[in-house]
């Protein structure tokens, strides 16, 4: 170790420094720490399950030559990308509201198009208040901080939900004395 | 039936809805006996992934018992316990013969750049999840596979999605015998790609992350180096440190869009969407690892665009690889490591939760609160 003073850190490379490379590619390999259970179990490339990967024939059985046509119940969008439906496909909260409206504008264009996943997206939120006011309309009140795991952010971040606590009541008494101020003039 | 329902971003609530039926002839209806959250199910929770639709049930990682079959079924009766993979997948298109059966081309309508999976979104297929009671399974000769006579439910749930997806992490890798590897993300994902790596023949294993009992946790059950970004300065020249400057042979990246690391990647990758997700692991992958190296990805990122050193991953003549899992074809080698003790996957579960806990599981295994790893949810009906 150098006795001397000086401002520069030694583990970094410094102009005056040279360095060769050299390393052996033989001697780069590393022997792994002891004790790994398994070690070099799938090694050999022949019993990794994943390689090639493409492989064909597969080693699946399959006993269709293509799958039956799923019944059409409820309205399913599909990708301009394909020329039609897939045999197989899934019914759940098919495309209603505004958001739908706006979901089905969304699939007039395709996934190579930006349009296409912005509309989506855009109609995620729509939907997101859709979904309070259909709450509110069936006679149920979210419980929005139950929903967000109010109940566990207090028992394991009490810190943290004092904080948002803190945040909140801010941005809503600022709110409050804004829109007061507001009706004076 | 109890089931998962999704509200809006960062808010979900346990619903009693109808029961799935039988749609298509090769369908079952399976009783869930073990549903996981997974990390890539916080995308959908936070709201980033395009079409995710207001009353939706989230859940592609489950088990169960077969209550029904649809009347092609020949694979599959009643009272079976599988462990159901989370792709859809017929196994006849073009891709399905050739095993790329997460890229199944007759399953998802929606989008046709990636195939179905269980509860997540209408880009995925529009299909119910499993984080409910009971749950449609389409394509049930193909898809679910019946537990081997001593598996663990606590194993075969991860079974399918985390751990098949980490060990087709490190196997993308093309891992030579003596390999450096370095896992970007000490999720469960992470965890299974390091682990999966001493299987592969790696020489040495890191495991980059930022949260202590994570990196904690992976160093005792990988025995692996760790790194915690937070501590170094840059990532790509640590790294180069740590491997005779010349970069590690494979990186992975098991983080995907919601990468913590970079200020600007989380502003424009997650605050305003600006690009599809903040891609800041992919940066350190491609600046880490060794010229002709491999960059290997399973971290999710949306169907947009990315901002990524694509020039670097030329001028280095790097190999990228990445896909989703296709798990049917890994399930018989990964359970034959867990009968052999080679791992036990089960050891990343930290949290149990009844299905009706729903809100707060999703909180905890979202902020990472109370050491959270891996939860798992038990529905009524599999709790006694």
Known sequence: ?185 | MLAMNYRGPYRVRAVNKAEPEIEHPNDAIVRVTRSCICGSDLHLYHGLVPDTRIGSCFGHEFTGIVEEVGPSVQNLKKGDHVLVPFNIFCGSCFFCQKELYSNCHNVNPEATAVGGIFGYSHTTGGYDGGQAEFVRVPMADVGPTVLPPGLDVDDAVLLTDAFPTGYQAAEMGGIREGDTVVVFGAGPVGIFAAKSAWLLGAGRVIVVDHIEYRLEFVRNYAQCEVVNFREVGDMAEHIKRMTDWLGADVCIDAVGAEAAGSALHRLTGVQTMMQAGSAIVLHWCINSVRKGGTVSIVGVYGPTFNFVPIGNALNKGLTLRMNQASVKRHLPRLIEHIQAGRIKPSEVITHRFPLDAISDAYHIFSSKLDNCIKPVLIPPSASH
Request: proline letters at 10%; glycine letters at 8%; zero cysteines.
């Open chain 1, 1 to 185: 170790m150098n006795a001397h003073k000086h401002d520069h850190d030694h583990n970094h490379p410094q102009d005056d420094t040279v360095y060769v490379e050299k390393t052996s590619p033989e001697a780069r390999r590393r022997a792994p720490p002891p004790g790994i259970q398994g070690w070099g179990a799938d090694l050999d490339p022949a019993v990794r399950p994943a390689v090639p990967k493409e492989r064909t024939p597969p080693r699946l059985e399959v006993p269709w030559d293509a799958p039956a046509q799923q019944p059409r119940t409820v309205e399913v969008l599909h990708s301009t990308e394909r020329p039609g439906m897939t045999p197989v496909f899934g019914t759940t909260v098919p495309p209603s509201g505004v958001s739908g409206m706006l979901r089905r504008s969304a699939f007039r264009y395709s996934e190579n198009d930006l349009r296409h996943w912005l509309m989506l997206l855009f109609a995620d939120r729509v939907n997101m208040v859709e979904g309070i006011l259909d709450d509110l309309a069936h006679g149920h009140v979210p419980n929005i901080y139950a929903e967000m795991g109010g109940p566990a952010e207090w028992k394991h971040n009490r810190a943290g939900f004092m904080r948002k606590a803190l945040i909140a009541g801010v941005v809503v008494g600022l709110i409050a004395v804004y829109v007061r101020q507001r009706r004076r003039h």
